[in-house]
């Protein structure tokens, strides 16, 4: 199996605040990534698929990068709605792998 | 607007059996994979596995396979995950969501998720 390693597991920062999250595939994964956020106690949402494609409603400040191993979730500028868990997954190849999760604090 | 309609939550005791539902509408049903997550608590998500209505087709991960079984029943828009026996350590929330089949574009749409709770 794939494994996706995220870093880091929590972060604290403020509004206004430019953020990066990364995730490192085991092997090759193309751009077969996805970043979902959840906030505590509801259901995660896609923010990013294909590693950098603006999933339909989500704010522009939401931007994804990266191909093969290497991928980064960048909030431009953090918003009080923002604080929250953010996860990636590959959908390269089953078994479909989670990254660890982000907890993203406010500082 | 899509949506995947689950029950809220289940109470069982270890050795009991258990089914939850996926109900999909709103979309075209057989065109998405179904698949299922678990959360523990305090915990990060897991990738269960998933079917693909139009054919039935499973995968499952290996953390799972033997353990859960996922089946369907396309005529009533509904995917099921099913234990034989509990476990404690089956507590925690499962989720299902839809994923449009094609490598990279993710699961879209989620269902609000069931809880779980496995205790004597």
């Known amino acids: 199996a794939i494994q996706m390693t995220q870093s880091p597991s929590s972060l604290s920062a403020s509004v206004g605040d430019r953020v990066t999250i990364t995730c490192r595939a085991s092997?090759?994964?193309?751009?077969?990534l996805g970043w979902y956020q959840q906030k505590p106690g509801k259901v995660p949402t896609l923010l990013i698929y294909?590693?950098?494609s603006l999933q339909s409603g989500v704010p522009s400040r939401f931007s994804g990068s990266g191909s093969g191993t290497d991928f980064t979730l960048t909030i431009s500028s953090l918003q009080p709605e923002d604080f929250a868990t953010y996860f990636c997954?590959?959908?390269?190849?089953?078994?479909?792998?989670f990254g660890q999760g982000t907890k993203l604090e406010i500082k | 607007e899509a949506q995947l309609e689950q029950p809220g939550a289940e109470v069982k005791e270890p050795g009991e059996s258990l089914r939850i539902s996926c109900e999909g509408s709103?979309?075209?049903?057989?065109?998405?994979?179904i698949n299922w997550a678990r959360q523990m608590p305090g915990k990060g998500l897991e990738w269960m596995g998933r079917?693909?209505?139009?054919?039935?087709?499973?995968n499952y991960s290996p953390s799972f396979q033997g353990h859960v079984t996922i089946s369907i029943d396309k005529s009533i828009r509904t995917a099921y995950l099913q234990w034989s026996s509990l476990k404690a350590s089956d507590t925690g929330v499962y989720y299902c969501?839809?994923?449009?089949?094609?490598?990279?574009?993710?699961?879209?749409?989620w269902g609000q998720g069931t809880t779980v709770i496995v205790s004597s």
């Open positions: 969501a839809r994923h449009v089949g094609s490598r990279g574009y993710g699961m879209d749409v």
């Open positions: 709103g979309y075209s049903f057989s065109s998405y994979w």
């Open positions: 079917i693909d209505p139009s054919d039935s087709y499973i």
């Open positions: 092997q090759g994964i193309g751009n077969d």
């Open positions: 294909a590693a950098s």
């Open positions: 997954l590959q959908d390269y190849s089953f078994p479909f792998t």
